[in-house]
Protein backbone atom coordinates (compact mmCIF):
# COMPACT_ATOMS: atom_id res chain seq x y z
CA UNK A 1 0.00 0.00 0.00
CA UNK A 2 1.18 3.12 -0.84
CA UNK A 3 1.28 6.15 1.56
CA UNK A 4 1.24 9.62 0.21
CA UNK A 5 3.31 12.03 2.27
CA UNK A 6 2.86 15.63 2.49
CA UNK A 7 5.91 17.75 0.94
CA UNK A 8 6.02 19.94 3.12
CA UNK A 9 6.14 18.29 6.51
CA UNK A 10 9.34 17.23 6.23
CA UNK A 11 10.63 20.67 5.33
CA UNK A 12 8.61 22.05 8.38
CA UNK A 13 10.54 19.68 10.79
CA UNK A 14 13.74 20.62 9.15
CA UNK A 15 12.77 24.41 9.68
CA UNK A 16 12.14 23.56 13.00
CA UNK A 17 15.02 21.68 13.84
CA UNK A 18 17.28 24.12 12.53
CA UNK A 19 15.40 27.59 14.28
CA UNK A 20 15.91 25.36 17.23
CA UNK A 21 19.79 24.54 16.79
CA UNK A 22 19.92 28.90 15.61
CA UNK A 23 18.19 29.35 18.71
CA UNK A 24 20.45 27.16 20.79
CA UNK A 25 23.55 28.93 19.28
CA UNK A 26 21.83 32.31 20.16
CA UNK A 27 21.34 31.90 23.36
CA UNK A 28 24.51 30.33 24.26
CA UNK A 29 25.96 33.06 23.14
CA UNK A 30 25.72 34.89 26.55
CA UNK A 31 29.02 34.48 28.46
CA UNK A 32 29.86 33.05 31.93
CA UNK A 33 31.31 36.51 32.70
CA UNK A 34 27.95 38.35 31.88
CA UNK A 35 26.07 35.87 33.54
CA UNK A 36 27.52 36.44 36.80
CA UNK A 37 26.73 40.24 36.19
CA UNK A 38 23.67 39.49 35.67
CA UNK A 39 22.79 37.38 38.68
CA UNK A 40 24.59 40.04 40.96
CA UNK A 41 21.06 41.52 42.31
CA UNK A 42 20.27 37.68 43.30
CA UNK A 43 23.71 36.91 44.68
CA UNK A 44 23.01 40.16 46.96
CA UNK A 45 19.47 38.56 48.08
CA UNK A 46 20.61 35.06 48.86
CA UNK A 47 24.37 35.42 49.69
CA UNK A 48 25.59 32.94 52.24
CA UNK A 49 27.11 35.77 54.57
CA UNK A 50 23.88 37.12 54.90
CA UNK A 51 22.41 34.46 56.93
CA UNK A 52 25.05 34.22 59.92
CA UNK A 53 22.11 33.77 62.42
CA UNK A 54 20.57 30.80 60.54
CA UNK A 55 23.14 28.11 60.12
CA UNK A 56 20.68 25.86 58.06
CA UNK A 57 19.59 28.11 55.68
CA UNK A 58 22.95 29.10 55.09
CA UNK A 59 24.40 25.97 54.20
CA UNK A 60 21.36 25.18 51.79
CA UNK A 61 21.97 28.35 49.77
CA UNK A 62 25.74 27.88 49.86
CA UNK A 63 24.77 24.10 48.67
CA UNK A 64 22.22 25.65 45.78
CA UNK A 65 24.96 28.20 44.71
CA UNK A 66 27.67 25.61 43.57
CA UNK A 67 24.73 23.57 41.85
CA UNK A 68 23.66 26.93 40.51
CA UNK A 69 27.30 27.22 38.90
CA UNK A 70 27.71 23.80 38.10
CA UNK A 71 24.72 24.01 36.17
CA UNK A 72 25.91 27.51 33.75
CA UNK A 73 29.45 25.79 33.44
CA UNK A 74 27.45 22.83 31.92
CA UNK A 75 25.84 24.52 29.60
CA UNK A 76 29.01 26.85 28.56
CA UNK A 77 30.45 23.47 27.58
CA UNK A 78 27.29 22.70 25.46
CA UNK A 79 27.07 19.48 27.50
CA UNK A 80 23.32 17.92 28.22
CA UNK A 81 21.92 18.48 31.90
CA UNK A 82 19.43 17.12 32.86
CA UNK A 83 16.54 18.94 35.13
CA UNK A 84 17.68 20.56 38.11
CA UNK A 85 15.43 21.87 41.38
CA UNK A 86 17.13 23.98 43.70
CA UNK A 87 15.93 25.67 46.98
CA UNK A 88 17.12 29.18 48.68
CA UNK A 89 16.50 31.27 51.01
CA UNK A 90 15.88 34.94 51.16
CA UNK A 91 15.66 37.56 53.59
CA UNK A 92 12.53 39.58 53.38
CA UNK A 93 12.79 43.60 52.95
CA UNK A 94 10.00 44.49 55.67
CA UNK A 95 11.72 42.64 58.12
CA UNK A 96 15.40 41.36 57.34
CA UNK A 97 16.31 40.11 61.07
CA UNK A 98 13.45 38.09 61.12
CA UNK A 99 11.19 37.05 57.97
CA UNK A 100 12.72 34.45 55.53
CA UNK A 101 11.46 34.08 52.33
CA UNK A 102 11.69 29.76 50.49
CA UNK A 103 12.58 29.69 47.40
CA UNK A 104 12.39 27.14 44.60
CA UNK A 105 14.19 27.44 41.42
CA UNK A 106 13.28 24.75 38.63
CA UNK A 107 16.03 24.65 36.32
CA UNK A 108 15.22 23.15 33.10
CA UNK A 109 17.01 24.98 29.83
CA UNK A 110 19.85 24.33 27.66
CA UNK A 111 20.42 28.12 27.62
CA UNK A 112 22.28 30.01 29.80
CA UNK A 113 20.35 33.48 29.42
CA UNK A 114 16.99 31.54 29.65
CA UNK A 115 18.58 29.98 32.86
CA UNK A 116 19.29 33.45 34.27
CA UNK A 117 16.05 35.01 33.61
CA UNK A 118 14.39 31.77 35.22
CA UNK A 119 16.19 32.39 38.33
CA UNK A 120 16.07 35.89 38.55
CA UNK A 121 12.12 35.90 37.75
CA UNK A 122 11.72 33.10 40.35
CA UNK A 123 12.99 35.67 42.86
CA UNK A 124 10.81 38.80 41.64
CA UNK A 125 14.52 40.64 40.23
CA UNK A 126 14.63 43.03 37.48
CA UNK A 127 16.21 41.67 34.28
CA UNK A 128 17.65 45.06 33.14
CA UNK A 129 20.83 44.31 32.69
CA UNK A 130 19.91 40.85 30.77
CA UNK A 131 17.73 42.51 28.47
CA UNK A 132 20.80 44.83 27.73
CA UNK A 133 22.77 42.33 25.99
CA UNK A 134 21.85 41.82 22.35
CA UNK A 135 21.07 38.02 21.87
CA UNK A 136 23.52 38.01 18.61
CA UNK A 137 26.87 38.53 19.16
CA UNK A 138 28.77 41.69 17.50
CA UNK A 139 32.17 41.10 16.04
CA UNK A 140 33.26 44.86 15.64
CA UNK A 141 36.07 46.14 17.01
CA UNK A 142 36.49 49.50 17.90
CA UNK A 143 40.13 50.27 16.65
CA UNK A 144 42.07 53.21 19.08
CA UNK A 145 44.03 55.62 16.49
CA UNK A 146 46.80 57.19 18.51
CA UNK A 147 47.93 59.69 15.67
CA UNK A 148 50.83 59.95 13.51
CA UNK A 149 54.42 59.08 14.10
CA UNK A 150 55.91 62.40 13.40
CA UNK A 151 59.15 60.65 14.58
CA UNK A 152 59.12 58.52 11.51
CA UNK A 153 58.00 61.01 9.14
CA UNK A 154 60.68 63.49 9.66
CA UNK A 155 63.53 60.73 10.46
CA UNK A 156 62.77 59.88 6.64
CA UNK A 157 62.44 56.39 7.75
CA UNK A 158 61.39 53.71 5.38
CA UNK A 159 57.36 53.50 4.83
CA UNK A 160 56.91 56.69 7.31
CA UNK A 161 54.07 55.48 10.19
CA UNK A 162 52.20 52.95 8.24
CA UNK A 163 55.29 50.81 7.71
CA UNK A 164 55.76 50.29 11.25
CA UNK A 165 52.26 50.23 12.52
CA UNK A 166 51.91 47.06 10.23
CA UNK A 167 55.28 45.69 12.05
CA UNK A 168 53.23 45.61 15.32
CA UNK A 169 49.95 44.11 14.82
CA UNK A 170 49.98 40.91 16.27
CA UNK A 171 47.11 38.07 16.43
CA UNK A 172 47.00 35.15 19.50
CA UNK A 173 47.43 32.35 16.52
CA UNK A 174 50.20 33.85 14.65
CA UNK A 175 52.21 34.75 17.85
CA UNK A 176 51.62 31.61 19.31
CA UNK A 177 52.82 29.68 16.48
CA UNK A 178 56.14 31.26 16.01
CA UNK A 179 56.67 31.42 19.69
CA UNK A 180 55.51 27.67 21.28
CA UNK A 181 58.82 26.04 19.93
CA UNK A 182 60.42 28.44 21.80
CA UNK A 183 58.45 27.84 24.43
CA UNK A 184 59.16 24.46 25.03
CA UNK A 185 62.69 24.59 24.25
CA UNK A 186 63.15 26.82 27.43
CA UNK A 187 61.09 24.95 29.17
CA UNK A 188 63.10 21.59 29.16
CA UNK A 189 66.03 23.57 29.48
CA UNK A 190 64.68 24.95 32.89
CA UNK A 191 63.73 21.41 33.59
CA UNK A 192 67.24 20.69 33.12
CA UNK A 193 68.30 23.39 35.96
CA UNK A 194 65.43 22.61 38.12
CA UNK A 195 67.76 19.47 38.79
CA UNK A 196 70.65 20.97 40.26
CA UNK A 197 68.54 23.73 42.08
CA UNK A 198 66.88 20.72 43.82
CA UNK A 199 70.17 19.03 44.31
CA UNK A 200 71.77 22.40 45.74
CA UNK A 201 68.61 22.98 47.87
CA UNK A 202 68.58 19.43 49.62
CA UNK A 203 72.44 20.13 50.35
CA UNK A 204 71.82 23.24 52.28
CA UNK A 205 68.62 21.81 54.25
CA UNK A 206 70.91 19.54 55.69
CA UNK A 207 74.11 21.87 55.64
CA UNK A 208 72.37 25.02 57.16
CA UNK A 209 68.28 24.15 58.60
CA UNK A 210 67.03 26.24 56.02
CA UNK A 211 63.34 25.50 55.45
CA UNK A 212 63.05 26.51 51.75
CA UNK A 213 64.51 29.02 49.97
CA UNK A 214 62.91 31.02 46.58
CA UNK A 215 63.52 33.29 43.80
CA UNK A 216 61.49 36.50 42.99
CA UNK A 217 62.81 37.97 40.11
CA UNK A 218 62.71 38.62 36.53
CA UNK A 219 66.22 36.66 36.19
CA UNK A 220 65.85 33.13 35.05
CA UNK A 221 66.80 29.78 36.39
CA UNK A 222 70.24 29.69 35.28
CA UNK A 223 70.55 32.74 37.95
CA UNK A 224 68.93 31.42 40.94
CA UNK A 225 71.26 28.36 40.20
CA UNK A 226 74.42 30.63 40.33
CA UNK A 227 72.91 32.11 43.22
CA UNK A 228 72.43 28.86 44.90
CA UNK A 229 75.89 27.61 44.32
CA UNK A 230 77.47 30.78 45.42
CA UNK A 231 75.07 30.49 48.99
CA UNK A 232 76.62 26.96 49.11
CA UNK A 233 80.27 28.02 48.93
CA UNK A 234 79.76 30.50 51.83
CA UNK A 235 77.93 27.61 53.69
CA UNK A 236 80.73 25.20 53.34
CA UNK A 237 83.34 28.27 54.13
CA UNK A 238 81.81 29.52 57.46
CA UNK A 239 79.02 26.50 58.12
CA UNK A 240 78.62 28.13 61.80
CA UNK A 241 77.91 31.93 61.49
CA UNK A 242 75.29 30.50 58.26
CA UNK A 243 73.67 27.90 60.45
CA UNK A 244 73.40 30.73 63.23
CA UNK A 245 71.39 33.08 60.95
CA UNK A 246 69.35 30.91 58.59
CA UNK A 247 68.45 27.60 60.40
CA UNK A 248 64.76 27.37 60.42
CA UNK A 249 64.01 30.02 58.31
CA UNK A 250 63.11 30.85 54.53
CA UNK A 251 65.87 32.46 52.30
CA UNK A 252 64.56 34.74 49.05
CA UNK A 253 66.49 35.76 46.56
CA UNK A 254 65.65 38.98 45.07
CA UNK A 255 66.78 42.80 44.62
CA UNK A 256 67.00 43.81 47.97
CA UNK A 257 68.57 42.83 51.47
CA UNK A 258 67.18 42.22 54.47
CA UNK A 259 63.82 40.57 55.77
CA UNK A 260 60.37 40.71 54.47
CA UNK A 261 57.17 41.22 55.49
CA UNK A 262 56.40 37.69 55.98
CA UNK A 263 59.77 36.68 57.56
CA UNK A 264 61.54 35.46 55.02
CA UNK A 265 65.40 36.40 54.68
CA UNK A 266 66.13 38.67 51.61
CA UNK A 267 69.18 38.00 48.99
CA UNK A 268 70.29 40.60 46.48
CA UNK A 269 71.16 38.50 43.88
CA UNK A 270 73.64 41.00 42.53
CA UNK A 271 75.60 41.01 45.38
CA UNK A 272 79.04 39.30 46.14
CA UNK A 273 78.77 36.04 48.35
CA UNK A 274 80.48 38.43 51.09
CA UNK A 275 77.89 40.93 51.40
CA UNK A 276 75.60 38.04 52.06
CA UNK A 277 77.61 37.38 54.57
CA UNK A 278 77.62 40.74 56.67
CA UNK A 279 73.69 41.03 56.34
CA UNK A 280 73.08 38.03 57.69
CA UNK A 281 74.54 39.37 60.70
CA UNK A 282 71.53 41.77 61.66
CA UNK A 283 68.70 38.92 60.62
CA UNK A 284 67.44 38.23 64.56
CA UNK A 285 66.79 41.87 64.76
CA UNK A 286 63.71 41.81 62.81
CA UNK A 287 62.15 39.01 64.73
CA UNK A 288 61.08 42.10 67.49
CA UNK A 289 59.85 43.91 63.84
CA UNK A 290 57.96 40.94 62.91
CA UNK A 291 56.13 40.26 66.19
CA UNK A 292 55.31 43.43 66.26
CA UNK A 293 53.53 43.91 63.46
CA UNK A 294 49.93 42.00 64.03
CA UNK A 295 49.47 43.96 67.19
CA UNK A 296 49.88 47.08 65.19
CA UNK A 297 47.13 45.76 62.79
CA UNK A 298 45.07 44.95 65.57
CA UNK A 299 45.41 48.57 66.63
CA UNK A 300 44.66 49.96 63.66
CA UNK A 301 41.49 47.97 63.40
CA UNK A 302 40.11 48.94 66.26
CA UNK A 303 41.01 53.21 65.73
CA UNK A 304 38.60 52.42 62.63
CA UNK A 305 35.91 50.45 63.93
CA UNK A 306 37.20 47.03 63.41
CA UNK A 307 37.64 47.25 59.61
CA UNK A 308 39.93 43.94 58.68
CA UNK A 309 43.63 44.48 57.75
CA UNK A 310 44.82 42.91 54.69
CA UNK A 311 48.19 42.35 53.28
CA UNK A 312 47.63 42.30 49.35
CA UNK A 313 49.90 40.38 47.24
CA UNK A 314 52.51 42.51 45.41
CA UNK A 315 54.47 42.13 42.10
CA UNK A 316 57.70 43.10 44.99
CA UNK A 317 58.72 41.92 47.87
CA UNK A 318 57.68 44.59 51.42
CA UNK A 319 60.58 44.30 53.60
CA UNK A 320 59.33 44.38 57.36
CA UNK A 321 60.84 47.68 58.20
CA UNK A 322 59.27 49.60 55.59
CA UNK A 323 56.00 48.14 55.99
CA UNK A 324 56.07 48.95 60.10
CA UNK A 325 56.92 52.74 59.02
CA UNK A 326 54.02 52.80 56.94
CA UNK A 327 52.14 50.93 59.88
CA UNK A 328 53.24 53.48 62.43
CA UNK A 329 52.32 56.98 59.81
CA UNK A 330 48.55 55.82 59.53
CA UNK A 331 47.97 54.76 63.08
CA UNK A 332 49.02 58.69 64.45
CA UNK A 333 47.04 59.62 61.27
CA UNK A 334 43.80 57.83 62.84
CA UNK A 335 44.77 58.65 66.91
CA UNK A 336 44.24 62.30 65.37
CA UNK A 337 40.89 61.75 64.15
CA UNK A 338 38.96 59.37 66.67
CA UNK A 339 36.22 62.36 66.38
CA UNK A 340 35.38 62.27 63.32
CA UNK A 341 35.48 58.65 63.07
CA UNK A 342 32.97 58.02 66.21
CA UNK A 343 30.90 60.65 64.37
CA UNK A 344 30.35 59.33 60.72
CA UNK A 345 30.36 55.56 62.11
CA UNK A 346 27.44 55.52 64.72
CA UNK A 347 27.02 51.98 64.83
CA UNK A 348 30.94 51.48 65.27
CA UNK A 349 31.47 47.92 63.17
CA UNK A 350 32.81 48.13 60.00
CA UNK A 351 34.29 44.16 60.43
CA UNK A 352 32.47 43.61 57.06
CA UNK A 353 35.07 45.93 55.22
CA UNK A 354 38.72 45.26 54.18
CA UNK A 355 41.36 47.19 53.66
CA UNK A 356 45.38 47.48 52.63
CA UNK A 357 48.04 49.81 54.04
CA UNK A 358 49.81 51.37 50.94
CA UNK A 359 52.97 53.93 50.46
CA UNK A 360 52.86 57.76 50.03
CA UNK A 361 52.55 57.03 46.13
CA UNK A 362 49.39 55.16 46.02
CA UNK A 363 46.15 56.39 45.19
CA UNK A 364 43.02 56.87 47.63
CA UNK A 365 40.90 54.08 46.40
CA UNK A 366 38.25 51.31 46.30
CA UNK A 367 39.22 48.15 44.04
CA UNK A 368 37.16 46.03 41.84
CA UNK A 369 37.44 43.15 44.49
CA UNK A 370 36.03 45.74 47.42
CA UNK A 371 39.91 46.68 49.05
CA UNK A 372 40.23 49.72 50.42
CA UNK A 373 43.55 51.10 49.21
CA UNK A 374 44.78 53.59 52.06
CA UNK A 375 47.96 55.68 51.21
CA UNK A 376 49.88 56.97 54.77
CA UNK A 377 50.47 60.07 53.21
CA UNK A 378 46.31 61.11 52.81
CA UNK A 379 44.68 62.89 55.66
CA UNK A 380 43.18 61.08 58.26
CA UNK A 381 39.68 63.34 57.33
CA UNK A 382 39.90 62.26 53.90
CA UNK A 383 40.02 58.54 55.01
CA UNK A 384 37.33 58.56 56.56
CA UNK A 385 35.03 60.54 54.82
CA UNK A 386 35.90 58.22 51.48
CA UNK A 387 34.65 55.34 53.61
CA UNK A 388 31.80 56.50 54.55
CA UNK A 389 30.33 57.17 51.18
CA UNK A 390 31.72 54.19 49.15
CA UNK A 391 31.00 51.53 52.60
CA UNK A 392 27.82 50.24 50.99
CA UNK A 393 29.27 49.72 47.50
CA UNK A 394 32.29 48.09 49.01
CA UNK A 395 30.27 45.56 50.78
CA UNK A 396 28.49 45.11 47.50
CA UNK A 397 31.92 44.23 45.96
CA UNK A 398 33.49 42.00 48.46
CA UNK A 399 30.43 39.44 48.02
CA UNK A 400 30.41 39.96 44.54
CA UNK A 401 34.16 39.12 44.56
CA UNK A 402 33.75 35.67 46.31
CA UNK A 403 30.90 34.34 43.77
CA UNK A 404 33.11 36.21 40.78
CA UNK A 405 36.18 33.88 42.00
CA UNK A 406 34.23 31.24 42.51
CA UNK A 407 33.48 31.27 38.18
CA UNK A 408 37.22 32.45 38.07
CA UNK A 409 38.32 29.12 39.28
CA UNK A 410 36.05 26.83 37.50
CA UNK A 411 36.85 28.89 34.47
CA UNK A 412 40.24 28.42 34.77
CA UNK A 413 40.56 24.69 35.23
CA UNK A 414 37.85 23.93 32.37
CA UNK A 415 40.74 26.15 30.15
CA UNK A 416 43.39 24.32 32.02
CA UNK A 417 41.62 20.76 30.72
CA UNK A 418 40.27 21.74 26.76
CA UNK A 419 43.70 23.13 26.13
CA UNK A 420 45.55 20.49 27.60
CA UNK A 421 47.92 23.79 29.56
CA UNK A 422 50.24 22.28 32.14
CA UNK A 423 49.31 25.49 34.26
CA UNK A 424 47.35 28.42 33.71
CA UNK A 425 47.75 31.72 36.05
CA UNK A 426 47.01 35.02 35.95
CA UNK A 427 48.67 38.40 36.56
CA UNK A 428 48.02 40.20 39.87
CA UNK A 429 46.74 43.81 38.32
CA UNK A 430 44.09 41.27 36.16
CA UNK A 431 40.73 40.97 37.67
CA UNK A 432 38.44 37.90 37.53
CA UNK A 433 35.97 39.38 35.10
CA UNK A 434 38.72 39.72 32.97
CA UNK A 435 40.22 36.63 33.22
CA UNK A 436 37.19 34.63 32.65
CA UNK A 437 36.25 36.36 29.64
CA UNK A 438 40.14 35.52 28.44
CA UNK A 439 39.86 31.40 29.35
CA UNK A 440 36.02 31.72 27.65
CA UNK A 441 37.85 32.88 24.45
CA UNK A 442 40.51 30.30 24.70
CA UNK A 443 37.86 27.68 24.34
CA UNK A 444 35.92 28.82 21.85
CA UNK A 445 39.21 28.87 19.83
CA UNK A 446 40.51 25.99 20.84
CA UNK A 447 40.11 24.22 17.48
CA UNK A 448 42.86 26.42 16.28
CA UNK A 449 45.59 27.17 19.33
CA UNK A 450 45.09 23.88 21.30
CA UNK A 451 47.94 22.17 18.96
CA UNK A 452 50.52 25.09 19.75
CA UNK A 453 49.45 25.52 23.54
CA UNK A 454 49.11 22.08 24.44
CA UNK A 455 52.05 21.16 27.36
CA UNK A 456 52.82 25.00 27.58
CA UNK A 457 52.59 27.04 30.55
CA UNK A 458 50.56 30.43 30.79
CA UNK A 459 50.08 33.42 32.39
CA UNK A 460 47.24 35.84 31.62
CA UNK A 461 49.07 39.56 31.65
CA UNK A 462 48.45 42.79 29.45
CA UNK A 463 51.46 41.94 26.84
CA UNK A 464 52.99 38.92 24.91
CA UNK A 465 55.85 37.58 26.18
CA UNK A 466 58.06 34.13 26.74
CA UNK A 467 60.32 34.23 30.13
CA UNK A 468 63.17 32.46 30.75
CA UNK A 469 62.18 29.32 32.23
CA UNK A 470 59.25 29.09 29.10
CA UNK A 471 56.54 30.39 30.94
CA UNK A 472 54.13 31.85 27.63
CA UNK A 473 52.65 35.45 28.96
CA UNK A 474 49.67 36.51 26.63
CA UNK A 475 47.54 39.58 27.28
CA UNK A 476 43.61 38.69 28.75
CA UNK A 477 42.17 41.54 25.61
CA UNK A 478 44.36 39.28 22.85
CA UNK A 479 43.36 39.50 19.21
CA UNK A 480 42.35 36.45 17.26
CA UNK A 481 42.66 38.10 13.60
Request: hydrophobic share 35%; charged share 25%.
Amino acid sequence: MNVLRCPFKSRQASLSCSCLNLTLRICRCLSVSEAATALRPFYFTVHPDLFGQHPKERSINEDSLKKLHQYIFALRKQENVPPTNLTFFAKNDADRDQGLSHIKVHLASSSIRDTVTTVLTSCQLPLDYINTISEVPTSSKTKVHHGPDFRDIFAGRKGGEAFYRKVEKLNLLSWIKTNSKISRKKSQESRDYSKDVKEITGRLKKMVGVRAIGWHTNWGPRRFTACLTSLEKVSENHPIVVKKFLFGRNVVFTDRNGVSLSGEVCLNHTDVPQVWLMRLSSVPAYDAVIERLPYMEQELSRLLCHIKIRRRERHHIVMAEEYEVLLNKILNTMRRNQDLVRRMFRSGDLSRLEMVVEGSSAPLTLTNLGQYLIPVSMPGSMIVDFIAKTQQQAEERLKDAISLKMIEDEVIQQCQDKLGLIHLEKDLNISPAQMTQCCERLMDNADEITTYMEGVRVRVTQYYSVTDDGLVCIPWNWEND
